[in-house]
């Protein structure tokens, strides 16, 4: 199974930092058809989560333009400029390339 | 809007099953992919299975022949089916829709595995 490694695990923020996740694949998340499916979600407390990005870098509907995803390959990171108190919650890396479809471990961000 | 909705038992024995339903709403599930997903305690999640829009299934390996997903089309529901529990199965249980990504989440049902 691919592992998707994320970093930091936790992140403390103040409001109006920019802050970066990072999502590291153990094999490349390019397809054979030249999409790489890599998405990010965010999960606020006692709420289901929610996507953020999918295909590395296109945002999904609604989502504010603070966040911005990139990477391509096996390192992949997820940028928010200028954190809101709205952001706190745990943000997750998932990967739809190969079967199964694997999630990463998980980022914590705190609002200090 | 689409809107999904876990149902089932919180609390199952070990060595039995786990039955959950998922109502979706808003769309029909002749369409696109849905899948279930799991969290456990902490933060690990965990992609189960999705069933197709024509019915076919694809299952992660971890979890075996222990699971199965099947559909109602003409009540707009699937179903999560895992047999042979054990407390390790202990998570919340969440189906979504899978298009690009998944797109629209349930609420999460909590399914304890305890005698």
């Known amino acids: 199974d691919v592992v998707l490694t994320q970093t930091p695990p936790t992140l403390l923020a103040t409001i109006g930092q920019s802050v970066s996740i990072s999502c590291r694949s153990s094999?490349?998340?390019?397809?054979?058809?030249?999409?790489?499916?890599l998405n990010w979600l965010l999960q606020r407390t006692g709420q289901s989560p929610q996507p953020l990005i999918y295909?590395?870098?296109k945002l999904e509907s609604g989502v504010p333009n603070r966040f911005s995803g990139s990477g391509s390959g096996t390192d992949f990171t997820l940028k928010i400029s200028g954190v809101e108190a709205e952001d706190l919650g745990v943000y997750y890396c998932?990967?739809?390339?190969?079967?199964?479809?694997?999630f990463g471990s998980g980022t914590k961000l705190e609002i200090k | 809007e689409v809107q999904l909705q876990e149902s089932g038992p919180g609390l199952v024995k070990p060595s039995q099953s786990l039955s959950l339903t998922c109502s979706v709403t808003?769309?029909?599930?002749?369409?696109?992919?849905w899948g279930w997903i799991r969290k456990f305690p902490g933060n690990k999640m965990e992609w189960m299975g999705y069933?197709?829009?024509?019915?076919?299934?694809s299952y992660n390996p971890s979890l075996k022949s222990r699971i199965s997903i099947t559909r109602d089309t003409s009540k707009n529901q699937f179903f999560l089916q895992l047999n042979s529990v054990t407390t390790e199965d202990t998570a919340t249980y969440y189906c979504?829709?899978?298009?690009?990504?998944?797109?629209?989440w349930g609420q999460g049902v909590m399914v304890t595995v305890s005698s």
């Open positions: 979504a829709r899978y298009r690009r990504e998944f797109d629209y």
């Open positions: 808003g769309y029909s599930i002749t369409s696109n992919y």
């Open positions: 069933i197709s829009y024509s019915g076919s299934t």
């Open positions: 094999q490349s998340l390019l397809h054979s058809n030249g999409n790489t499916y």
């Open positions: 295909l590395v870098s």
């Open positions: 998932m990967q739809f390339t190969h079967y199964p479809f694997t």
